[in-house]
């Protein structure tokens, strides 16, 4: 991976840019004075010491206990934990706001039509407005998506013309829907082969679907739709204000699921959707019916790709393929 890439993952757990920027170098170059960090970076002292003192409060560096001290890279892995968990508490603020935000619209909107801003969908109706307003995108949907579908998870067409046309999409999947194997094969692959911009998250905080920042559809989780299968459409509105704020801080948090049509050398396809695979944390089982491949057969490339990282352990692989841009 290269540094910039790295930044971009540290900045999503929580670092801020420099403090990104000065551990990627550390891990890049090992530990080094303080003064030949400045220089790496074409940074003044002062500024390596605010970053420094702030990875030092995280756990990433050690050593740093003087101005001109030999700075040194920590094994991350439990202070990137924390930070992880420090975005989880964000969303469920997020998630928080959202509920906040709708309360107060019944309250100001309570003397006029709560339909003029809130449509409730039911029966038949729910996949024919689907259909319809999905078909309509001009330029952004936004996504959460997660069992159970309307639309039984058939294929969707609408979304692979809608991305034939520039328009783009943005989905955070649930674990759930990429360990559904048939509705990764006839949906998922086909929507991300058609450009898709997908990432996953365990799960998500609600199904709904944005259009042009103009309409959302919010749909029942699956013990809601056993006594009420129904769908809101929202219209502009704070509500859909806070679910747009809601999808954009998960976006942040979520781990990218594809690579697009970039392959690094290093790696055959086949490799390479093991290792997006593995990032959304199914299982091996799950990993091998998805791809139609034996565990055995996926046992051989998982030692073959962690013999090629000279490592030992599954999160010593993650780090290399991180580094190396595998992922």
Known sequence: MVDEELIGHLVQLGLGDREASAYATLLRTGPVHARELAGALRWEPGEVETAVIRL????????????????????????????????????????TAAANAYDAYRRTVHPQPTEDLVEVVTGPEIIERIHQIEGAAESEVLRFDSPPYHTQGRPNEEEIDSLARHVEYRVVYSRSAVQNADYYACNIKPCIAAGEQARVLPTV???????????????????EAEINDSMLIVYPSSLLSAL????????????????????????????????????????????????????????????????????????????????????
Not at 75 to 84: K, N, R
Not at 244 to 253: A, D, N, P, V
Not at 279 to 289: K, L, M, P, R, S
């Open 205 to 223: 905080p609600v199904k709904l679907t944005v259009f042009d920042r103009r309409v959302a559809f919010v749909s029942m989780s699956f013990v």
């Open 56 to 95: 030092t409060r995280l756990g990433l560096v050690t050593g740093a206990s003087s101005g001109d001290a030999v700075v040194k890279p920590a094994e991350p892995s439990i202070a990137l934990e924390s930070l992880t968990h420090e975005q989880s508490a964000s969303l469920l603020r997020a998630r």
């Open 244 to 327: 747009i704020g809601l999808f954009e801080t998960s976006w942040r948090t979520a781990f990218p699921m594809h690579l697009g049509d970039r392959r690094p050398p290093a790696l055959n396809g086949l490799q390479r959707r093991i290792l997006e695979l593995l990032a959304t944390g199914i299982t091996d089982a799950q990993i091998a019916q998805l791809l139609g491949i034996s565990r055995r057969t996926l046992s051989r490339h998982l030692e073959q790709l962690t013999c090629n990282a000279g490592a030992v352990t599954r999160f010593q692989l993650a780090l290399h393929a991180s580094r190396r841009g595998w992922i």
